[in-house]
Nanobody, 131 residues
Framework: QTQLVESGGGLVQSGGSLRLSCAASGLILDHYAIGWFRQAPGKEREGVGCISRSGDYTKYVDAVKGRFTISKDNAKNTVYLQMNSLEPGDTAVYYC????????????????????????WGQGAQVTVIS
């Protein structure tokens, strides 16, 4: 069964840190770019950041730049979202998604503002930041 499973969410005080994991089964993350998305209550889902198939290119939405870091561990078939200096505005359900990369020319790229290109999605992890 092909699936992505997020873990590591929870309740944290403002200024704290959490690390979300996105573990894959039934697919090899080395073949995929990975995006992280979030959906806050009453809002549309938005892209937070992404990491290329090669793992050496990342991109982030302005609101999290300098606070969030995406990394990839191919040996563990897992991608991480390290979130530091969390703010109440970061409260949301966080999703990881996998985009199969077919062409070598695109393995150093990733896209975080188009959900339709992603092939697989996790079930989501709740992150709640209290002030």
């Amino acid at each position: 069964q092909t699936q992505l499973v997020e873990s590591g969410g929870g309740l944290v005080q403002s200024g704290g840190s959490l690390r979300l994991s996105c573990a894959a089964s039934g697919l090899i993350l080395d073949h995929y770019a990975i995006g992280w998305f979030r959906q806050a209550p009453g809002k549309e889902r938005e892209g937070v950041g992404c990491i290329s198939r090669s793992g050496d290119y990342t991109k982030y939405v302005d609101a999290v730049k300098g606070r969030f870091t995406i990394s990839k561990d191919n040996a563990k078939n897992t991608v991480y979202l390290q979130m530091n200096s969390l703010e109440p505005g970061d409260t949301a359900v966080y999703y990881c998604a996998a985009d199969l990369i077919h062409f070598p020319a695109t393995q150093t790229l990733c896209i975080m503002d188009r959900e339709d290109i992603y092939d697989y999605w996790g079930q989501g992890a709740q992150v709640t930041v209290i002030s």
